[in-house]
């Protein structure tokens, strides 16, 4: 999810790992620890917790460094009846530039 270079925090993690497991992540602050690699992971700030066990304590913000992000997803087109279209917002055209 942080691929695209969004910032993201360990609550963010914990969300995620929520909704694809449908429980929750068993580890506590050691989770922070995902993001040590600093070669990788760029700090850019603190946002209250959104965590009601937090008790609203800051956490870190993190981005994943432009050199490990996947390069970004070509524009995607799809056909139909020999139509093409935009896969995102499905409006007819050759090369669409709508934001994802
Ligand atoms: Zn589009």
């Known amino acids: 999810m942080a691929g695209m270079g969004r910032i993201i925090t360990a609550d963010d993690v914990r969300e995620l ?25 760029e700090y850019v700030g603190r946002v209250r917790s959104k965590r009601p066990s937090s008790h609203t304590r800051y956490v870190s913000q993190w ?17 139909e009846n020999g139509v093409r279209f935009c896969l995102t917002c499905s409006l007819e055209t050759e090369a669409c530039t709508c934001p994802k």
Do not use: C, D, M
């Open 63 to 79: 981005q994943l460094k432009q050199a490990y992000r996947p390069a970004p997803a070509k524009f995607e087109v799809g056909v």
């Open 17 to 41: 790992f929520e909704v694809q497991h449908g429980r929750p992540l068993e580890i506590g602050n050691a989770i922070g620890s995902l993001f040590t690699n600093k070669k990788k992971w």
